[in-house]
């Protein structure tokens, strides 16, 4: 490290476990509203929660027009997964309204449903295009088998197991 760096660091940092449980424990929504449960969150009327979820929103509909314009709207779907997609009917309809420009419409009686199908259409009947939610085993995709496969270059590339597994034509 640089002398005039050195000079300009604090005396009294914060250590690197530290640092990590002030990032991952106190940061983000804990440090918006007092909690990490999104269920919490996203039922509340409170100005730090509402503030909180139009946040999140805001950054998924960021990364939704991204990989759109990316794949020049050749989409199939979108998809809503993990914990917070499979149960967060209010995300889904916030995501899916600010969608409808690109195509994407919610039927509302079956978004309002609970999830009992490990892939379940909630879109409209007539929209472009459709509005899965997809129940996903957290647990297996973070710390299950991971795939090899080779690239076009011969480089090899890994992916956890279930993202190769295709869904069938519904």
Not at 26 to 55: M, N, Y
Request: glycine fraction near 10%.
């Amino acid at each position: 490290m640089p002398a005039d760096q050195a000079q300009a660091a604090p005396k009294n940092y914060t250590s690197a476990p530290q640092a990590e449980e002030i990032l991952n424990k106190k940061s983000g929504w804990k440090a918006l509203t007092g909690t990490t449960d999104f269920g919490k969150i996203s039922s509340s009327d409170a100005p730090e929660c509402k503030l909180a979820f139009d946040i999140f929103v805001d950054r998924i509909l960021g990364f939704v027009g991204s990989y759109y314009v990316k794949m020049e709207g050749q989409v199939d779907a979108l998809v809503f997964a993990g914990g917070i997609g499979e149960k967060g009917a209010s995300l889904r309809t916030a995501i899916v309204k600010k969608c409808r420009c690109l195509g994407f419409e919610l039927d509302e009686s079956k978004n309002g449903k609970a999830i009992e199908d490990v892939v379940q259409d909630i879109g409209k009947e007539g929209s472009r295009h459709r509005t899965l939610v997809c129940q996903t085993d957290e647990q297996v995709l973070r710390d299950g088998p991971v795939l090899r496969a080779r690239k076009a270059d011969g480089a090899e590339a890994r992916y956890p197991a279930q993202a190769l597994i295709s869904m069938p034509n519904m």
